[in-house]
């Protein structure tokens, strides 16, 4: 995860980089072809040039962004997880359990879906 190291050295809560660095950890774990990328300030990660998930940080939650079409294919999961979410992300409270399975059929599912695809988003 060395494209991503500069991002988590920023968080100066240990709780909340350890969090992150968990999770950015297993998406790379279960997707090695993906590349890890800085864009916007965020950590995110792209597959032949195409945006597949991206992340960010607040005070209360990180924000898992995968697009409005993964957001919609998996709405009634997203509201089970009690995650709140917005057309094109979800909010995850730092204190909350995180559903790693979710997380890896949204990536998943935004690597097939895009598998054909040319631009950065859909």
């Given at each position: 995860?060395?494209?991503?190291?500069?991002?988590?050295?920023?968080?100066?809560?240990?709780?909340?980089?350890?969090?992150?660095?968990?999770?950015?950890?297993?998406?790379?774990?279960?997707?090695?072809?993906?590349?890890?990328?800085?864009?916007?300030?965020?950590?995110?990660?792209?597959?032949?040039?195409?945006?597949?998930?991206?992340?960010?940080?607040?005070?209360?939650?990180?924000?898992?962004?995968?697009?409005?079409?993964?957001?919609?294919?998996?709405?009634?999961?997203?509201?089970?997880?009690?995650?709140?979410?917005?057309q094109g992300l979800f909010r995850i409270k730092w204190n909350d359990p995180l559903n790693y399975e979710l997380l890896r059929?949204?990536?998943?599912?935004?690597?097939?879906?895009?598998?054909?695809?040319?631009?950065?988003?859909?």
């Open positions: 995860m060395k494209g991503f190291q500069s991002f988590l050295n920023g968080i100066d809560d240990s709780f909340k980089r350890e969090r992150m660095e968990r999770i950015l950890g297993f998406i790379k774990t279960s997707f090695p072809q993906l590349k890890e990328e800085i864009k916007w300030k965020q950590p995110m990660f792209t597959d032949h040039g195409t945006f597949i998930i991206g992340f960010s940080i607040a005070k209360n939650h990180m924000a898992v962004a995968p697009e409005a079409a993964a957001i919609d294919k998996f709405e009634k999961e997203i509201e089970k997880a009690g995650y709140s979410y917005t059929k949204i990536v998943a599912y935004n690597i097939e879906d895009k598998k054909d695809a040319v631009k950065f988003w859909r």
